[in-house]
């Protein structure tokens, strides 16, 4: 497929992140740490209703109020998507279209603009040769984990107060799951810790 360039600005962000996970453990803490902060946060974020996802090996269960978007079949521009999840309504992440003897796509977030309040959480199934996991900070699915907090980072871009990235190896060489999640106030108490259930609650494969 012929991708312009335009395609690859407004993937920058995008890229950035899954090419260098290692950049992102500054600022670590533990999975449960902001619900542990926040108690009556974490009760709520317990109680309400959840759906499941699952693919590759992976399932979890998140808000029922969340919308969700997953990667269309083959598509080359973002082979390791797993699925988008937000707060407000999505559209699809990558747009075709065609001319003579070529089909160009251009591919976004799903979103422009993260609402006040609002939350968008990407979940990936990354893969890069020489890959090596660095020194976990925390557990998820009882699999070693890194968990980075960062004010803005690269979910400024969409007007994200905080991101929140977990990478979670594999069973294959070179490969992990990797959440993104873009936070934006008021309400990041209640935010991180709808993130923190939906972390404990990641089930991954025997040999995924």
């Known amino acids: 497929r012929l991708i312009g360039m335009m395609m690859w600005r407004r993937l920058t962000v995008v890229l950035a992140a899954m090419a260098v996970p290692v950049a992102l ?16 946060a974490a009760t709520q974020a317990q ?27 083959g598509l080359s521009d973002f082979p390791a998507l797993l699925v ?3 707060t407000v309504r999505l559209k699809d992440t990558c747009v075709a279209s065609s001319g ?9 977030y799903p979103i ?14 990354n893969s890069l040769p020489n890959w090596r996991m660095p020194k976990a900070t925390t557990t998820v699915a009882g699999r070693g984990a890194v968990e980075s907090k960062t004010r803005g980072g690269q979910c400024a871009v969409l ?11 594999r069973a294959g060489p070179g490969t992990w799951y990797q959440m993104d999640a873009c936070l934006r106030g008021p309400g990041l108490p209640r935010e991180e810790a709808q993130i923190s259930s ?4 990641v089930r991954i494969n025997p040999g995924s």
Request: net charge positive.
């Open 84 to 86: 988008y999840l937000s």
């Open 100 to 108: 003579p003897g070529r089909i160009a796509e251009t591919c976004t």
């Open 47 to 73: 109680a309400a209703p959840t759906a499941r996802f699952s693919a590759k090996g992976l399932s979890f269960r998140y808000p029922a109020t969340w919308r969700a978007v997953t990667s269309r079949v």
């Open 198 to 201: 939906m972390l404990r609650s």
């Open 159 to 169: 007007g994200g107060t905080e991101t929140i990235t977990v990478l979670i190896p």
């Open 25 to 40: 453990t500054a600022g670590c803490a533990s999975a449960t740490s902001s619900t542990s902060a926040h108690p009556a």
């Open 112 to 125: 422009r603009v993260l609402p006040s309040g609002g939350v968008l959480v990407r979940w990936n199934a």
